[in-house]
């Protein structure tokens, strides 16, 4: 069996996750995406979702798709969420699965800095999709990346979390860059309206 693991703050999640997991999905033939909010550490985040929140949002925006579904062992590590300590996790439990860790454009580029990648890039492979405003570079990469990470090809959607936060403070719409049942979450709760007084 083969999963693609979608790793993010998702703070919110947005159309860009959704397709960039999907087109991983259609084009590698994944038999499941796992979505997996980070734990973000609460000095570094002071002005957005709860780990909760960004759970009930993943959870809004995946649990329509049959082969889409969200884990929630990041968030309840708590700490800082490396992929390394999540993947040698995951593989005790489940060792017959192949994992496929999904990335745009920026995190490609920024790859050989993450924690202990030589040993990530021998537990699972990478899949990269392109992100408007970054410039995939598959032949800068270091050798023993060089063949793990294959690309899945998606529509460009210029769209962000940082944005979408952006534009609910100044009160312009954020209909369409979220699900449906995202939006109306972000709408009911306030969750990035400017806090007032
Ligand atoms: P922020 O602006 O808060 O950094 P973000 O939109 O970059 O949010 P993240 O949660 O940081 O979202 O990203 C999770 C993963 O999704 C990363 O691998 C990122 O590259 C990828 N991703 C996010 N938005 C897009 C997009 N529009 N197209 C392709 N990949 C994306
Ligand atoms: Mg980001």
């Known amino acids: 069996m ?8 998702f703070d919110p999640i947005h159309m860009g996750h959704l397709l960039a997991a999907e ?5 590698h033939d994944l038999d499941e995406v796992w979505f997996m909010p980070s734990h973000i550490p609460p000095h570094k985040h ?3 979702a709860t780990g909760e929140q960004r759970l009930d949002m993943t959870h809004a925006a995946v649990d329509s798709h049959p082969q889409f579904s ?3 062992l990041e968030i309840k590590r708590g700490g800082v969420s490396y992929t390394i300590n999540t993947i040698r996790e995951l593989q005790q439990m489940y060792p017959e699965i192949r994992f496929y860790f999904i990335i745009g454009a920026d995190m490609v ?6 924690e202990e990648i030589e040993e990530l890039a ?4 990478f899949i990269g999709v392109e992100r408007p405003g970054y410039k995939l570079q598959l032949q800068t990469l270091p050798d023993y990346l060089q063949d793990r990470v294959h690309l899945a090809e998606m529509p460009e ?4 979390s940082t ?7 100044e009160g312009r719409s954020i209909r369409y860059l979220v699900p449906d049942r995202v939006y109306e979450y972000i709408i009911g709760s306030g969750i990035y309206a400017i806090q007032q007084g």
Do not use: C, F, H
């Open 70 to 72: 969200v884990l929630d």
């Open 122 to 125: 021998q537990r699972l492979e």
């Open 157 to 160: 959607m210029d769209v962000s």
């Open 109 to 114: 580029n920024y790859l050989p800095k993450w």
């Open 2 to 9: 083969k999963v693609g693991l979608m790793g993010g703050t």
């Open 23 to 27: 087109s991983a999905r259609d084009t």
């Open 163 to 169: 944005s979408i936060r952006e534009r609910a403070a």
């Open 46 to 48: 002071e002005a957005g």
